[in-house]
Protein backbone atom coordinates (compact mmCIF):
# COMPACT_ATOMS: atom_id res chain seq x y z
CA UNK A 1 0.00 0.00 0.00
CA UNK A 2 3.03 1.81 0.75
CA UNK A 3 6.29 2.48 2.31
CA UNK A 4 8.67 3.91 4.38
CA UNK A 5 12.24 4.30 1.52
CA UNK A 6 13.02 0.82 0.39
CA UNK A 7 10.88 -0.77 2.87
CA UNK A 8 7.19 -1.88 2.07
CA UNK A 9 4.59 -1.84 4.73
CA UNK A 10 0.88 -2.85 4.88
CA UNK A 11 -0.49 -0.18 6.50
CA UNK A 12 -0.07 3.35 8.44
CA UNK A 13 -0.39 2.14 11.65
CA UNK A 14 2.29 -0.43 10.98
CA UNK A 15 4.68 1.84 9.64
CA UNK A 16 4.78 3.55 12.76
CA UNK A 17 5.00 0.89 14.65
CA UNK A 18 8.03 -0.33 12.46
CA UNK A 19 9.96 3.11 12.39
CA UNK A 20 10.03 3.01 16.28
CA UNK A 21 7.56 1.31 18.68
CA UNK A 22 8.03 4.46 20.56
CA UNK A 23 5.59 7.15 20.13
CA UNK A 24 5.05 11.05 20.63
CA UNK A 25 7.58 11.97 23.49
CA UNK A 26 9.58 9.01 22.76
CA UNK A 27 12.63 8.98 20.45
CA UNK A 28 13.64 11.44 17.53
CA UNK A 29 11.04 14.40 17.26
CA UNK A 30 9.50 14.06 13.82
CA UNK A 31 8.12 17.22 11.51
CA UNK A 32 5.27 14.67 9.06
CA UNK A 33 5.13 17.43 5.82
CA UNK A 34 2.20 16.44 4.29
CA UNK A 35 3.09 17.77 0.52
CA UNK A 36 -0.28 17.00 -1.69
CA UNK A 37 -0.59 16.00 -4.28
CA UNK A 38 -3.53 17.97 -4.98
CA UNK A 39 -7.11 16.82 -5.44
CA UNK A 40 -6.27 13.60 -2.98
CA UNK A 41 -8.39 15.17 0.16
CA UNK A 42 -5.68 17.89 0.90
CA UNK A 43 -8.47 20.67 1.65
CA UNK A 44 -10.33 17.91 4.06
CA UNK A 45 -7.03 16.77 6.34
CA UNK A 46 -6.30 20.55 6.89
CA UNK A 47 -9.29 21.27 7.56
CA UNK A 48 -9.55 18.21 10.31
CA UNK A 49 -6.07 19.04 11.71
CA UNK A 50 -7.07 22.85 12.05
CA UNK A 51 -10.01 21.74 13.98
CA UNK A 52 -8.76 19.58 16.10
CA UNK A 53 -5.31 20.98 17.00
CA UNK A 54 -5.82 21.40 20.66
CA UNK A 55 -7.32 17.60 20.63
CA UNK A 56 -4.17 16.53 19.14
CA UNK A 57 -1.50 18.31 21.45
CA UNK A 58 -3.05 15.90 24.49
CA UNK A 59 -1.90 13.33 21.96
CA UNK A 60 1.76 15.02 21.33
CA UNK A 61 1.41 16.39 18.24
CA UNK A 62 1.18 20.14 16.93
CA UNK A 63 -0.39 21.75 13.76
CA UNK A 64 0.92 24.81 14.16
CA UNK A 65 -0.77 28.29 13.64
CA UNK A 66 2.48 29.90 11.72
CA UNK A 67 2.15 30.10 7.74
CA UNK A 68 -1.32 29.74 7.84
CA UNK A 69 -3.04 32.38 6.20
CA UNK A 70 -6.88 32.11 6.65
CA UNK A 71 -7.43 33.35 3.33
CA UNK A 72 -6.30 30.47 1.33
CA UNK A 73 -7.87 27.73 4.15
CA UNK A 74 -6.41 25.32 7.09
CA UNK A 75 -3.05 24.94 5.40
CA UNK A 76 0.84 25.99 5.92
CA UNK A 77 0.73 27.28 2.33
CA UNK A 78 2.74 30.50 3.06
CA UNK A 79 5.48 28.18 4.13
CA UNK A 80 5.61 26.29 0.98
CA UNK A 81 5.04 29.91 -0.94
CA UNK A 82 8.31 31.14 1.16
CA UNK A 83 10.03 28.12 -0.23
CA UNK A 84 8.98 28.17 -3.82
CA UNK A 85 9.09 32.09 -4.17
CA UNK A 86 5.31 32.39 -5.11
CA UNK A 87 4.27 35.70 -5.22
CA UNK A 88 1.34 34.58 -3.09
CA UNK A 89 3.53 34.75 -0.32
CA UNK A 90 2.43 37.20 2.52
CA UNK A 91 5.08 37.89 5.57
CA UNK A 92 1.87 38.57 7.82
CA UNK A 93 1.00 35.10 7.45
CA UNK A 94 4.03 33.87 9.10
CA UNK A 95 7.64 32.70 8.13
CA UNK A 96 10.15 29.61 8.45
CA UNK A 97 11.77 31.62 11.11
CA UNK A 98 8.25 32.60 12.81
CA UNK A 99 7.42 28.87 12.62
CA UNK A 100 11.26 27.39 13.89
CA UNK A 101 10.27 29.53 16.98
CA UNK A 102 6.53 28.10 17.72
CA UNK A 103 8.10 24.66 16.71
CA UNK A 104 11.02 24.59 19.59
CA UNK A 105 8.48 25.90 22.39
CA UNK A 106 7.11 22.48 21.78
CA UNK A 107 8.46 18.99 22.59
CA UNK A 108 6.59 16.47 20.53
CA UNK A 109 5.76 16.00 16.80
CA UNK A 110 4.63 18.28 14.20
CA UNK A 111 2.76 18.22 11.19
CA UNK A 112 2.79 21.08 8.29
CA UNK A 113 0.30 20.58 5.66
CA UNK A 114 0.16 21.77 2.42
CA UNK A 115 -0.23 21.24 -1.20
CA UNK A 116 1.44 23.59 -2.74
CA UNK A 117 4.37 21.95 -1.26
CA UNK A 118 4.26 19.75 -4.49
CA UNK A 119 5.80 22.63 -6.69
CA UNK A 120 9.26 21.76 -5.02
CA UNK A 121 8.75 17.93 -4.22
CA UNK A 122 10.51 16.60 -6.83
CA UNK A 123 13.65 18.46 -5.41
CA UNK A 124 14.74 17.37 -1.96
CA UNK A 125 17.15 20.73 -1.91
CA UNK A 126 14.14 22.85 -2.49
CA UNK A 127 13.38 22.21 1.03
CA UNK A 128 16.70 23.32 3.05
CA UNK A 129 15.54 26.60 4.15
CA UNK A 130 13.26 24.38 6.57
CA UNK A 131 15.58 21.34 6.54
CA UNK A 132 18.99 23.57 7.96
CA UNK A 133 17.25 25.79 9.80
CA UNK A 134 18.74 25.51 13.35
CA UNK A 135 15.41 26.17 14.96
CA UNK A 136 14.36 22.90 13.09
CA UNK A 137 17.41 20.81 12.10
CA UNK A 138 17.32 18.51 15.38
CA UNK A 139 14.15 16.86 13.93
CA UNK A 140 13.48 14.08 11.74
CA UNK A 141 12.06 14.95 8.83
CA UNK A 142 9.04 12.75 7.46
CA UNK A 143 7.55 13.91 3.78
CA UNK A 144 4.27 12.28 3.08
CA UNK A 145 2.55 12.21 -0.68
CA UNK A 146 -0.54 10.70 -1.79
CA UNK A 147 -0.43 10.02 -5.31
CA UNK A 148 -3.63 8.90 -7.62
CA UNK A 149 -4.16 7.58 -11.15
CA UNK A 150 -2.88 10.34 -13.54
CA UNK A 151 -5.97 10.08 -15.59
CA UNK A 152 -8.22 10.87 -12.35
CA UNK A 153 -5.30 13.60 -11.33
CA UNK A 154 -5.68 15.17 -14.85
CA UNK A 155 -9.38 15.10 -15.23
CA UNK A 156 -9.41 16.87 -11.04
CA UNK A 157 -7.06 18.83 -12.05
CA UNK A 158 -8.46 20.48 -14.89
CA UNK A 159 -11.94 21.04 -13.56
CA UNK A 160 -10.42 22.54 -10.07
CA UNK A 161 -8.47 25.27 -12.43
CA UNK A 162 -11.14 26.53 -14.70
CA UNK A 163 -11.96 28.23 -11.23
CA UNK A 164 -8.42 30.12 -10.74
CA UNK A 165 -8.15 31.33 -13.87
CA UNK A 166 -7.29 28.65 -16.73
CA UNK A 167 -9.15 29.05 -20.17
CA UNK A 168 -7.37 26.71 -21.96
CA UNK A 169 -8.76 23.33 -23.84
CA UNK A 170 -7.39 20.81 -22.09
CA UNK A 171 -5.55 19.58 -25.28
CA UNK A 172 -3.61 22.79 -25.10
CA UNK A 173 -3.55 22.71 -20.80
CA UNK A 174 -2.30 18.78 -20.78
CA UNK A 175 0.49 18.72 -23.56
CA UNK A 176 3.32 19.56 -20.76
CA UNK A 177 2.67 16.43 -19.19
CA UNK A 178 3.58 14.39 -22.38
CA UNK A 179 6.95 16.12 -22.88
CA UNK A 180 8.16 17.35 -19.05
CA UNK A 181 5.24 14.78 -17.08
CA UNK A 182 4.32 17.69 -15.11
CA UNK A 183 2.50 20.46 -16.12
CA UNK A 184 3.26 24.28 -14.73
CA UNK A 185 1.52 27.57 -14.38
CA UNK A 186 2.82 30.51 -13.13
CA UNK A 187 5.02 29.52 -9.85
CA UNK A 188 3.06 26.48 -9.80
CA UNK A 189 4.27 22.87 -10.67
CA UNK A 190 1.87 19.89 -11.05
CA UNK A 191 3.77 16.80 -10.89
CA UNK A 192 2.61 13.34 -12.77
CA UNK A 193 5.58 11.63 -12.79
CA UNK A 194 5.90 9.61 -9.03
CA UNK A 195 9.09 7.43 -10.04
CA UNK A 196 10.58 10.44 -11.00
CA UNK A 197 9.49 11.65 -7.40
CA UNK A 198 10.36 8.46 -5.36
CA UNK A 199 13.93 8.78 -7.24
CA UNK A 200 14.83 12.01 -6.17
CA UNK A 201 14.55 11.01 -2.51
CA UNK A 202 15.66 7.39 -2.68
CA UNK A 203 19.09 8.04 -1.31
CA UNK A 204 18.54 10.80 1.07
CA UNK A 205 19.97 10.54 4.49
CA UNK A 206 18.47 13.65 5.70
CA UNK A 207 14.77 12.91 5.35
CA UNK A 208 12.75 10.61 4.86
CA UNK A 209 9.51 9.89 2.14
CA UNK A 210 6.55 8.34 2.71
CA UNK A 211 3.79 7.53 -0.77
CA UNK A 212 0.63 6.66 -0.02
CA UNK A 213 -1.87 5.75 -3.09
CA UNK A 214 -5.05 7.39 -2.54
CA UNK A 215 -7.26 4.58 -3.80
CA UNK A 216 -5.94 2.06 -0.96
CA UNK A 217 -6.60 4.90 1.79
CA UNK A 218 -6.95 2.93 5.59
CA UNK A 219 -10.90 4.14 6.50
CA UNK A 220 -11.00 4.99 2.75
CA UNK A 221 -10.28 8.79 3.99
CA UNK A 222 -7.38 10.77 3.50
CA UNK A 223 -7.83 11.89 6.91
CA UNK A 224 -7.89 8.31 8.75
CA UNK A 225 -4.92 7.47 7.10
CA UNK A 226 -2.85 10.19 7.43
CA UNK A 227 -3.49 9.95 11.00
CA UNK A 228 -3.18 6.56 11.85
CA UNK A 229 0.50 7.37 9.91
CA UNK A 230 1.53 10.22 12.56
CA UNK A 231 -0.44 9.53 15.39
CA UNK A 232 -2.10 5.91 15.19
CA UNK A 233 -2.82 6.75 19.56
CA UNK A 234 -6.10 9.19 18.21
CA UNK A 235 -9.26 6.74 18.59
CA UNK A 236 -11.07 6.11 15.10
CA UNK A 237 -14.40 7.25 16.18
CA UNK A 238 -12.70 10.58 16.47
CA UNK A 239 -12.22 10.41 12.88
CA UNK A 240 -15.85 9.47 11.68
CA UNK A 241 -16.85 12.77 11.31
CA UNK A 242 -14.08 14.29 9.16
CA UNK A 243 -15.66 14.59 5.60
CA UNK A 244 -15.24 15.81 1.65
CA UNK A 245 -13.82 19.40 2.42
CA UNK A 246 -13.65 20.51 -1.04
CA UNK A 247 -16.69 18.57 -3.11
CA UNK A 248 -17.19 19.14 -6.85
CA UNK A 249 -18.88 21.90 -7.89
CA UNK A 250 -21.94 22.62 -9.72
CA UNK A 251 -21.74 22.26 -13.70
CA UNK A 252 -22.89 25.51 -14.06
CA UNK A 253 -20.25 27.41 -12.34
CA UNK A 254 -17.44 25.34 -14.18
CA UNK A 255 -19.02 26.26 -17.36
CA UNK A 256 -19.62 29.87 -16.29
CA UNK A 257 -15.77 30.15 -15.20
CA UNK A 258 -14.52 28.51 -18.47
CA UNK A 259 -16.35 30.79 -20.48
CA UNK A 260 -15.16 34.58 -17.82
CA UNK A 261 -11.68 32.95 -18.38
CA UNK A 262 -11.79 32.44 -22.03
CA UNK A 263 -13.30 35.92 -22.70
CA UNK A 264 -11.76 37.93 -19.61
CA UNK A 265 -15.20 39.54 -18.88
CA UNK A 266 -17.95 38.28 -16.87
CA UNK A 267 -21.04 36.95 -18.21
CA UNK A 268 -23.86 39.31 -19.66
CA UNK A 269 -27.53 38.37 -18.83
CA UNK A 270 -28.42 36.98 -22.08
CA UNK A 271 -24.77 34.86 -21.71
CA UNK A 272 -26.05 33.49 -18.24
CA UNK A 273 -29.55 32.62 -19.48
CA UNK A 274 -27.73 30.21 -22.37
CA UNK A 275 -25.48 28.76 -19.90
CA UNK A 276 -28.68 27.52 -17.71
CA UNK A 277 -30.61 26.23 -20.78
CA UNK A 278 -27.70 24.28 -21.58
CA UNK A 279 -26.98 22.64 -18.07
CA UNK A 280 -30.50 21.84 -18.14
CA UNK A 281 -30.07 19.89 -21.04
CA UNK A 282 -26.91 18.67 -19.55
CA UNK A 283 -28.77 17.13 -16.32
CA UNK A 284 -25.79 17.17 -14.22
CA UNK A 285 -24.21 14.23 -15.92
CA UNK A 286 -21.00 13.23 -15.44
CA UNK A 287 -17.37 14.59 -16.87
CA UNK A 288 -14.73 12.14 -17.71
CA UNK A 289 -12.14 12.44 -20.67
CA UNK A 290 -12.69 10.73 -23.65
CA UNK A 291 -11.33 7.39 -24.31
CA UNK A 292 -8.68 8.65 -26.25
CA UNK A 293 -7.43 10.92 -23.99
CA UNK A 294 -7.46 8.35 -21.23
CA UNK A 295 -6.13 5.86 -23.10
CA UNK A 296 -2.99 8.22 -24.32
CA UNK A 297 -2.26 9.38 -20.61
CA UNK A 298 -2.49 5.90 -19.04
CA UNK A 299 0.07 4.27 -21.89
CA UNK A 300 2.17 7.64 -21.25
CA UNK A 301 2.34 6.20 -17.38
CA UNK A 302 1.83 2.74 -17.62
CA UNK A 303 5.55 1.84 -17.81
CA UNK A 304 6.40 4.47 -14.62
CA UNK A 305 3.95 3.31 -12.46
CA UNK A 306 5.08 -0.16 -12.76
CA UNK A 307 8.62 1.43 -12.21
CA UNK A 308 7.70 3.07 -8.99
CA UNK A 309 5.79 0.16 -7.61
CA UNK A 310 8.60 -2.13 -8.16
CA UNK A 311 11.09 0.43 -6.27
CA UNK A 312 8.87 1.40 -3.49
CA UNK A 313 6.59 -1.26 -2.59
CA UNK A 314 3.53 0.78 -3.05
CA UNK A 315 1.11 -0.87 -4.77
CA UNK A 316 -0.11 -0.17 -8.48
CA UNK A 317 -3.90 -1.23 -7.66
CA UNK A 318 -6.03 1.37 -9.76
CA UNK A 319 -2.67 3.81 -10.75
CA UNK A 320 -2.39 1.55 -13.87
CA UNK A 321 -5.34 2.31 -15.73
CA UNK A 322 -8.31 4.47 -14.38
CA UNK A 323 -12.12 3.11 -14.05
CA UNK A 324 -14.21 2.70 -16.81
CA UNK A 325 -16.38 5.66 -17.89
CA UNK A 326 -19.85 5.94 -16.16
CA UNK A 327 -22.65 5.33 -18.78
CA UNK A 328 -23.83 8.58 -20.26
CA UNK A 329 -20.57 10.55 -19.01
CA UNK A 330 -20.24 14.05 -20.90
CA UNK A 331 -16.21 14.20 -22.87
CA UNK A 332 -14.29 17.54 -20.55
CA UNK A 333 -12.98 18.09 -24.15
CA UNK A 334 -15.67 18.22 -26.16
CA UNK A 335 -17.95 20.30 -23.54
CA UNK A 336 -14.98 23.06 -22.56
CA UNK A 337 -13.88 23.56 -26.23
CA UNK A 338 -13.95 26.87 -28.60
CA UNK A 339 -17.13 24.79 -29.95
CA UNK A 340 -18.47 26.03 -26.41
CA UNK A 341 -17.34 29.44 -25.97
CA UNK A 342 -19.17 29.82 -29.94
CA UNK A 343 -21.94 28.64 -28.50
CA UNK A 344 -22.26 31.06 -25.70
CA UNK A 345 -21.21 34.37 -27.43
CA UNK A 346 -23.52 34.10 -29.97
CA UNK A 347 -26.23 32.99 -28.60
CA UNK A 348 -27.43 29.55 -30.14
CA UNK A 349 -31.10 28.32 -30.81
CA UNK A 350 -31.84 25.83 -28.98
CA UNK A 351 -32.07 23.23 -31.40
CA UNK A 352 -27.78 23.58 -32.12
CA UNK A 353 -27.33 23.48 -28.13
CA UNK A 354 -29.23 20.49 -28.56
CA UNK A 355 -27.37 19.03 -31.12
CA UNK A 356 -24.29 19.68 -29.05
CA UNK A 357 -25.29 17.79 -26.11
CA UNK A 358 -26.20 14.92 -28.67
CA UNK A 359 -22.71 15.19 -29.75
CA UNK A 360 -21.36 15.23 -26.08
CA UNK A 361 -22.87 11.84 -25.03
CA UNK A 362 -21.71 10.18 -28.69
CA UNK A 363 -18.77 8.15 -29.35
CA UNK A 364 -15.54 9.27 -27.82
CA UNK A 365 -13.82 10.98 -31.11
CA UNK A 366 -10.19 10.05 -31.49
CA UNK A 367 -6.93 12.21 -33.04
CA UNK A 368 -7.55 12.47 -36.98
CA UNK A 369 -4.89 10.28 -38.44
CA UNK A 370 -1.12 11.47 -38.45
CA UNK A 371 -2.14 14.14 -36.16
CA UNK A 372 -1.99 13.91 -32.48
CA UNK A 373 -3.26 17.03 -30.51
CA UNK A 374 -0.56 15.71 -27.57
CA UNK A 375 2.25 16.74 -29.37
CA UNK A 376 4.29 19.83 -29.08
CA UNK A 377 4.18 20.74 -32.59
CA UNK A 378 0.43 20.01 -33.17
CA UNK A 379 -1.49 22.10 -35.14
CA UNK A 380 -2.76 25.19 -33.17
CA UNK A 381 -5.61 27.53 -33.23
CA UNK A 382 -5.99 28.83 -37.46
CA UNK A 383 -7.66 27.73 -40.39
CA UNK A 384 -4.69 25.05 -40.93
CA UNK A 385 -5.27 23.66 -37.43
CA UNK A 386 -9.18 22.76 -37.90
CA UNK A 387 -8.52 21.38 -41.29
CA UNK A 388 -6.01 18.99 -39.78
CA UNK A 389 -7.42 18.70 -36.30
CA UNK A 390 -11.00 19.30 -36.64
CA UNK A 391 -13.35 20.64 -33.86
CA UNK A 392 -13.49 16.76 -31.88
CA UNK A 393 -17.42 17.47 -31.64
CA UNK A 394 -17.68 18.18 -35.31
CA UNK A 395 -15.82 15.19 -36.25
CA UNK A 396 -17.94 12.91 -33.78
Not at 33 to 49: E, N, R, S, V, Y
Not at 377 to 388: F, Q, Y
Request: glycine fraction near 6%; charged fraction near 25%; hydrophobic fraction near 40%.
Amino acid sequence: MFSWLGRPERSARDSVRTLSPGLAHEGPRRLFIHAGLHKTGTTALQAFLSSAADELRQFGVLYPRTGVNKQAGYGHHNIAWEMARDRRFMRAAGTIGELAIEVANFDGNVILSSEDFETIIDDPDGFAPLRMHPGLSDREFIFVVYVRNQVAYAESLFLELIHHGIGDEFARFVRPVFHDQKIRLREWTYQFDYAHIYKQWQDRSDARLIMRNYHQLDGGSTVVDFINLVCPRVPQHALTHASQANPRRALHNDISRFYQNRVLRPLSRREKATVRQLCVLLQGKPLVLSEYSREQLAALFRNKNEMFSAMSGVSADRLQDPPPSPAGALQIEALFSFKLQNLIAENWREDDIKAFVRDLEGPPPGAPPGIDPYRRDAPRAGSEARRLWPDPVQSA
